[in-house]
């Protein structure tokens, strides 16, 4: 082999060596950007879950705060009539007051009786209207309506009857209150 085909050889096969190692650097780049990108798009989606579960950390310690508030709430605004718990509240609340409670009468419903069966809508509640007669001197009225504004049920008086009473200085008293429910 001569010197001048020689080095033609040579440089060729040096010329395939350059040509051959930056076909190969331009694929190892190309492959080290995609899964670069793809390591970027996961860390984002990390920081997104992060994020998240960050939000549901603060929504469980808010929900934590106020769970407490729910079972006042069923409390004061339950989901069925609980007619029976209504009329002891009421007889103890005369009771307290000195009055006497003549008689508790909820509104007849024109279907079999269930849990929120004559009710009426008021606003985003349902009311029930009860009907109470009690006895007693106006002084004892006032504490029973103020005790009425304090019991552990959202009430609010409708009407509200005064008649002379049987013996003197009692009055009888008639009044209808609604009771609330959640719809």
Do not use: C, W
Request: net charge positive.
């Amino acid at each position: 082999m001569k010197p001048k085909q020689f080095y033609f050889i040579l440089t060729a096969v040096l010329a395939v060596l350059v040509l051959g190692g930056g076909a190969y650097y331009y694929l190892a780049t190309q492959h080290i950007d995609q899964k670069t990108a793809d390591l970027s798009k996961k860390l984002a989606d990390v920081e997104v879950v992060a994020a998240q579960i960050d939000n549901l950390a603060q929504l469980s310690k808010q929900y934590q705060k106020i769970e407490p508030a729910f079972s006042r709430l069923d409390q004061v605004l339950p989901r069925s009539k609980q007619e029976s718990e209504v009329v002891l509240q009421l007889d103890k609340l005369a009771s307290i007051n000195g009055m006497s409670l003549g008689g508790v009468n909820f509104p007849p419903s024109a279907t079999l009786p269930s849990a929120t069966t004559q009710t009426e809508k008021v606003g985003d509640a349902l009311a029930v209207p009860v009907t109470i007669q009690l006895t007693g001197s106006y002084e004892q009225m006032q504490a029973f309506l103020q005790g009425l504004e304090k019991l552990n049920r959202f009430t609010n008086v409708t009407t509200l009857a005064i008649n002379k009473g049987e013996k003197p200085k009692l009055v009888a008293f008639s009044l209808t209150v609604q009771v609330f429910l959640k719809p």
